[in-house]
Structure formats: C-alpha cells, structure tokens
Nanobody, 118 residues
Framework: QVQLQESGPGLVKPSQTLSLTCTVS??????????WSWIRQPPGKGLEWMVA???????YYSPSLKSHTSISRDTSKNQFSLQLSSVTPEDTAVYYC??????????WGQGTQVTVSS
C-alpha cells in the first residue's frame, strides 16, 4: 500500500517561502497514470486542491494559487515538493499530500500543520 509522509517547517514568517516535501513509500511517483497533489485545509474551512504533478512530470495548478505556487519532484528519492512563496497568515492550514491512481485509489498523508505568523 502506498504511504505518504509530509515534512517541513511548522512555522513560517509572512512573506517567506513555504517548502514542504512528501516522501512516498510502497509505490513510485513515476507509476503510470498516477497524479500527486498538494491539498490544504485552513482552519474552519474545507479542503482546497492546490497543485499536482503527474507520473510523467506534467504539472497542474489551481488558477487562484498559480502565481505563487510551484511543485517539483525528485524521482531518485521518490519525493515531491511544494513551494508557496510570499505567504500570508491566510496560508495557515493543514497541508496534505495525496495520490490518485489509475484504479481510482486515493492515498493521503497524515497532514502537517503550517502556521504563518511573525
């Protein structure tokens, strides 16, 4: 079974860049037709899909976040990463990585709390 684990700082100052990494085990980020996403949930709000990178390296961005979001991957480490620039307190959320597979399975990381505060 695929397992995902988020890692990164729990506290980021406003205007800085947030970087999170998702480490994958039990499966490969290059598995055909797998799509690897970052999703967040601000306090008291619903889930928000942010960005995804596909098995072939193609990237997909939420239009509302595209201007300050980027995603990358390291296939040698079986990891993919999120960078969110110029963060504000509104970026405070629990951040999740997840994968959607060709057989309609979804696997999620446990999530990591990120707080933006000076």
């Amino acid at each position: 079974q695929v397992q995902l684990q988020e890692s990164g700082p729990g506290l980021v100052k406003p205007s800085q860049t947030l970087s999170l990494t998702c480490t994958v085990s039990g499966g490969s980020i290059t598995t055909s037709y797998s799509y690897w996403s970052w999703i967040r949930q601000p306090p008291g709000k619903g889930l928000e899909w942010m960005v995804a990178i596909a098995y072939d390296g193609s990237t997909y961005y939420s239009p509302s976040l595209k201007s300050h979001t980027s995603i990358s991957r390291d296939t040698s480490k079986n990891q993919f990463s999120l960078q969110l620039s110029s963060v504000t307190p509104e970026d405070t959320a629990v951040y999740y990585c997840m994968v959607a597979t060709i057989d309609f399975q979804n696997y999620w990381g446990q999530g990591t709390q990120v707080t933006v505060s000076s």
